[in-house]
């Protein structure tokens, strides 16, 4: 028979596996939509003031970006509320954050029942980091070459 702790750790795991298919979900559907403005905005550049229509595309995916994780972040802090581990959307929020971007200040924690979903919460954090870092790193190459195609070079 199943203890306590094993029936704890499966729903952990059951509700980690839930939240990290929802964020890589809302993660590959919010860069497919900065994908869709970076192109309509980079169709409809005008004949002078490129470089200043270029820059707002930049700034643009990095708010779009800010934004789609700050979505992700709430989701988890919505979830901690949701299933009573930590108390305040103030210290869910928090904890969220710095657990997402692994910075993880350990002045908040969630009970010893529950800490595998923080740590999972890390992992898909470092993920969606990542591969947000990767679509940006991709996005300002690509400006930047087709700045020089637009030069003659």
């Not at 005008?46 to 270029?54: Q, Y």
């Given at each position: 028979?199943?203890?306590?702790?094993?029936v704890t750790l499966?729903?952990?795991l059951?509700?980690?596996t839930a939240i990290v298919i929802g964020t890589v979900a809302l993660h590959l559907l919010g860069l497919a939509m900065l994908l869709r403005l970076l192109r309509?905005?980079?169709t409809h550049a005008?004949?002078?003031?490129?470089?200043?229509?270029?820059l707002t595309g930049i700034v643009g995916a990095a708010f779009g970006l800010?934004?789609?994780h700050a979505f992700e972040i709430w989701s988890y802090a919505a979830l901690y509320l949701g299933i009573g581990v930590l108390r305040t959307l103030e210290e869910a929020l928090y904890f969220s954050t710095s657990t997402y971007a692994t910075i993880g200040y350990g002045d908040i924690v969630l009970p010893p029942d529950w800490r595998v979903l923080g740590a999972i919460e890390g992992i898909n954090g470092v993920i969606l980091l990542g591969w947000s870092t990767?679509?940006?790193v991709a996005v300002v190459?690509?400006?930047r070459l087709l700045e020089i195609e637009a030069q003659g070079g």
């Open positions: 028979m199943a203890t306590n702790g094993a499966l729903l952990q059951a509700i980690a309509h905005h980079r005008p004949e002078r003031g490129a470089l200043a229509h270029e800010f934004i789609l990767a679509f940006f190459g690509r400006l």
